[in-house]
Each structure stands twice: as C-alpha cells, then as structure tokens.
C-alpha cells in the first residue's frame, strides 16, 4: 500500500511525463534552495527530453552563478517572456504570492506542480508535493530523483547540495536530520566540493555586503527584557554601502545571535509604504505563526512576511505579536 508520501511522488512523476512544456519559477529574491531547486527541476526536466523555461521575478544572487545552466534563469523584469504556459513547477513558494510577478505567464487554468517544503504551504497547486518535515525543497528533489531512477551527475549533485547547504545554515540548524547528512554523504561520492561550496557560500563577504552589516547593526536594538533585537536597512543604506538586495542575506541572524535573544528581526523597507520583515527564533517562538499573522509565513525558526506601512508603525505591531508568542 502506497504512503502518502509515495503517492505525491507518483503525481509528480506523471506531471512531470506527461506533458512536454514547462515554466519552472521560485519565490521572489531567491535564497540558495531556490535557485538550486529551480535548477535541479531543469536538469530533470532536460533528462526527460522535455522543453522548459526557467525564470524569476528578478535576479538571482551572482554568488549562485557557478550552478549548472543559471545563467539561463531569467529575470522577468529585464527579459519579459513572449508566451503563457499551461504547465507551471513552483519551486519553494510557501504560497502562491511568493511567484511574485511570474504569474502573469500563467496560462488561464494552468496546471500548477507545487514542490515546497515550508510548513505554511497553503497546497495551491494542481499537484501538491509539499513536506513540510524536510529541510530544504532540495531534499524534497533528492528524494523525487531516486525515486524517478535518474542518475545523478556532479553538477545535479553540486545543485541539490547548495540546497541543502544553505537551508541548514552549514548543516547547524535544527532541521539537520539523520536524512540531510545521509543524502549529503551521497552528494559529495559524486564529486561535490562541500568544503568550497562552505567557503563560498557561508564565508565570504563582498566589502559592500560588509559595509551594510556595519551600517544595519549601528542601528541595532533590543527591548528592555533582552529577548527580541531587530535592525533595519533601507535604499539609502545600500546606496551608501554599494551594496545590493542579495547582501541583506544573513543579516538577520545578528541580531538572533545574541546570548539571551529570542527572537532577532530584520526590517527591509520596500518602499514608504511597505517592509520585508525576516524573523529568525532561538526556538522558544513560532516565527511562521507571527508571520502568518501579517499574511506571511515560513518556518518555527525562520520565518518572514510583507507589510503594507511605514517602519515606524510596523515595528510596534511585530514586536507585539511577538511578545504574545513569548
């Protein structure tokens, strides 16, 4: 008898061979499981004899260009396409706002393959292969290649590693399971450079990337208890450091880092009236419930949402609710 598990594999599969056209797209300002995931989908894709375009709503971060055929991502808001799909593959879009502005090349009642991994995952798709206990939509794909047959090359493996890599923060967070270390065992016998993808992706810092850090913790705060440390970063920080969307990442776990914080924040004003909040917990909180409360989502531990407003008004409403969770 089939397991659940089992049997969103076999849709996935049949999704995946019967049809011939797809667009594979991630959640806006991909992480390293994002662009990782969108690429792996590719190669699999590529194995199959099937025709794909691979896109996201911007950028993705220059340090991931060394994975197989990233440069062939487009960024739809320099490169728009030409066609709607009927066939789409979401990879690592806790819910369907997380496409971003990709949406507008889908089809009219496309077929949407949902493969995420996040735990507030509203199941949007056609086909759901949402599981929530894994680590990363990498492992989610790893898993999904063995049991589709498929013959792992180093640059699959090098991508499915990345995914693992960095949703685990380095293989330290507590989603590292006997099944991450057991799967990236498998991943390095096909060549992977797990100690320079380390480096790459976890140490080194661009100058301007260091120069925000700087400029985000001279701002930084806490409340009189000590559990909750926040920072923020605007326009006129990045302008002034030379730095870009990308380097915000890994900001908000300063603040998070600090002996006796709970819960650390980083507020990314948009515009005057929007900010990205990312939410880190030291694991006494549920970020992914403060999330959901502003229509965002996530993670226990990692968590984050956008809000229409000022800075000034939504600092007090997060710290609020994070406070109720305390």
Not at 135 to 157: H, K, Q, W
Not at 261 to 273: A, D, H, P, S, T
Not at 282 to 292: F, H, I, K, L, N
Request: aromatic share 6%.
């Amino acid at each position: 008898m089939q397991t659940t598990y089992e049997r969103e594999l076999s849709q996935t599969r049949d999704f995946l061979t019967q049809h011939n056209h797809f667009l594979i797209v991630s959640h806006v300002q991909p992480d390293g499981d994002a662009v990782s995931s969108t690429l792996v989908v590719g190669w699999l894709l590529s194995c199959l004899g099937k025709k794909f375009v691979m896109v996201n709503e911007g950028p993705i971060p220059k340090r991931m260009r060394y994975l197989w055929r990233a440069e062939e991502i487009l960024d739809l808001s320099v490169t728009p396409l030409d066609r709607k799909f009927d066939h789409v593959i979401c990879v690592d879009c806790a819910d369907f706002k997380r496409v971003g502005m990709t949406h507008e090349w889908f089809a009219e009642g496309a077929q949407l393959l949902n493969i995420d991994h996040h735990p507030t995952n509203d199941l949007y798709g056609t086909v759901n292969l949402v599981v929530p206990s894994a680590a990363a939509t990498a492992e989610i794909l790893f898993d999904l290649l063995t049991y589709m047959g498929l013959d792992l090359d180093e640059s699959a493996a090098t991508a499915l590693y990345t995914g693992l890599l960095t949703d685990t923060g380095g293989f330290r967070y507590s989603n590292t399971s006997p099944k991450v270390m057991a799967a990236a065992s498998k991943l390095l016998e096909y060549g992977v450079d797990g100690p320079g993808l380390s480096e790459l992706l976890l140490e080194q810092m661009t100058l301007p990337q260091l120069r925000l850090l700087t400029r985000a913790l001279n701002g930084l705060e806490l409340t009189e208890d000590g559990k909750i440390g926040w920072v923020s970063v605007d326009d006129e920080d990045l302008k002034a450091t030379g730095a870009v969307h990308e380097d915000m990442e890994g900001i908000v776990n300063y603040p998070r880092n600090i002996q006796g914080v709970e819960v650390g924040l980083l507020f990314k004003v948009i515009n005057e009236q929007a900010v990205k909040v990312s939410m880190r917990s030291a694991g006494t909180v549920d970020v992914a419930r403060v999330a959901q409360h502003f229509g965002g989502g996530g993670h226990v531990r990692a968590a984050g949402a956008r809000i229409e407003g000022t800075l000034e008004t939504i600092i007090p409403r997060v710290l609020e609710q994070v406070r109720l969770q305390l």
